[in-house]
């Protein structure tokens, strides 16, 4: 699944139908996401080093679109990218004790999770001062 969060609003984009995970798949999910964000936004988006992010295919993809801007997150780095926060909701609030059946089970509940999550979206709020954090 790919994913793109809206920090302004909180909302998040996806596509599920990734399989595998190719830079062509990449590229078809920046192509949606083009078509759905407003012409005159800047897109900034934050990325692993995930092969499909960098491949000479992707760069070149870049490259054509100028208001698309990457930037790529230091290796284990992750958690920088605030969807990474959606994913980690996800995972807690419907996957952790989900019932399901199959992989399309799996994608329509993930689907309409994502869907009613997004009617009630808000920006996450980063709270870390910079100070460094102390073991319990």
């Known amino acids: 699944m790919l994913a793109a969060l809206d920090v302004h609003g ?12 190719t830079a062509a798949n990449f590229m ?3 192509d ?3 078509a759905k ?16 992010h ?9 490259l054509d679109h100028p208001r698309f801007h990457p930037h790529y997150t230091p290796t284990h780095a992750s958690w920088l990218n605030q969807v990474e926060l959606v994913f980690s909701i996800l995972a807690r609030r419907l996957l952790k004790r989900g019932e399901l059946t199959s992989v399309e089970d799996l994608v329509g509940k993930v ?3 994502i869907a009613d999550d997004n009617h009630t979206a808000r920006p996450f709020r980063w709270t870390y001062d910079g100070r460094p954090l102390k073991a319990s």
């Open 10 to 21: 909180g909302g998040v984009f996806t596509a599920t139908d990734l399989d595998p995970n």
């Open 32 to 34: 949606d996401l083009d």
């Open 111 to 113: 689907m309409a999770f």
């Open 37 to 52: 964000v407003p012409a005159e936004l800047e897109v900034h988006l934050v990325l692993d080093n995930g092969s499909s």
């Open 28 to 30: 078809s999910f920046l």
């Open 54 to 62: 960098i491949a000479r295919d992707t760069r070149w993809w870049f």
